[in-house]
């Protein structure tokens, strides 16, 4: 039985690249890659090294704008808007969660988290503090990232990826620098959480383990996006 990947919704997909072309000096590293996540569906993206993943992503998250191509949050074209405006559209469409977390070291963790709220102009203060709770650092909102482990860093950005609520969050192999129990940890909160709230979850990662947890899997190969679903793990039989 194949699984059923869509949410049945009329509203437009959290995200989608149309034919999305990109690449430095002469090597292009993006041919037309298209793609969409629907509102609370979770898409893994697999691809060898150098393949162009976080390139896309980047893209995706409107941290870089393509060469060619458009990209789309909940229905907004948003490749061809200005880095300002770009940015007050992110807050609440998209968040972002890498593989280094990327915390400002000089705020506390509480503050952290509510970094994309505030762009918003949205405090954020109690939806913040329900996020460290919900990852399970309710008591660390005051302490300086510096004293916290990879798997704790790594669970502060990803309550500060959902702070704002967005359609979706891009998460660029956020368990690749844990070990496996924190991992796993990391992983299920991710998509617990976005599971909870709609949102979707575009993930990159190496690790087949984490791949599985998604509804559908692609994989990037020579510039180009593909479905392999048969590698989800319900073999055709
Ligand atoms: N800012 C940049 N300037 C020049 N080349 C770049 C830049 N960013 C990426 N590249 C090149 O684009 C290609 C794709 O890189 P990218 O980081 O997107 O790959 P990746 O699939 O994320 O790899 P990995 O799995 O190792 O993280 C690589 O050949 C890389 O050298
Ligand atoms: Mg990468």
Avoid: C
Avoid at 141 to 165: F, K, Y
Avoid at 216 to 230: K, S, T, V, W, Y
Wanted: hydrophobic fraction near 40%; glycine fraction near 14%.
């Amino acid at each position: 039985m194949p699984r059923v990947t869509r949410v049945p919704s009329a509203l437009p997909p959290a995200l989608e690249a149309r034919e999305v072309r990109h690449g430095f000096g002469n090597q292009t590293v993006l041919h037309g890659v298209s793609l969409a996540v629907q509102p609370g569906e979770v898409v893994a993206v697999s691809g060898p090294s150098g393949s162009g993943k976080s390139t896309l992503l980047h893209l995706l998250g409107g941290l870089d704008t393509p060469q060619g191509g458009e990209v789309w949050w909940a229905g907004e074209r948003v490749d061809t808007l200005n880095t300002q405006a770009r940015a007050r559209r992110r807050a609440g469409r998209v968040g972002l969660v890498f593989q280094h977390h990327y915390l400002l070291e000089d705020l506390s963790v509480l503050d952290n988290v509510r970094v994309p709220a505030l762009l918003s102009g949205d405090g954020g203060e109690e939806r913040a503090r329900g996020l460290l709770e919900r990852v399970g650092l309710a008591d660390r909102g005051r302490d300086l990232p510096g004293v916290l482990s990879g798997g704790e860093r790594q669970r502060v950005a990803l309550a500060r990826a959902l702070v704002t609520r967005p359609a979706v969050v891009l998460a660029d192999e956020p368990t690749g620098s844990l070990d496996r129990a924190n991992a796993d940890r990391v992983a299920e909160l991710l998509l617990g959480l976005a599971r909870e709230e709609g949102s979707g979850v575009l993930l990159v990662t190496h690790d087949e383990r984490q791949a599985g947890r998604a509804d559908r899997a692609l994989h990037l190969l020579d510039g180009r996006i593909g479905e392999e679903q048969e590698e989800l793990g319900h073999p055709a039989s």
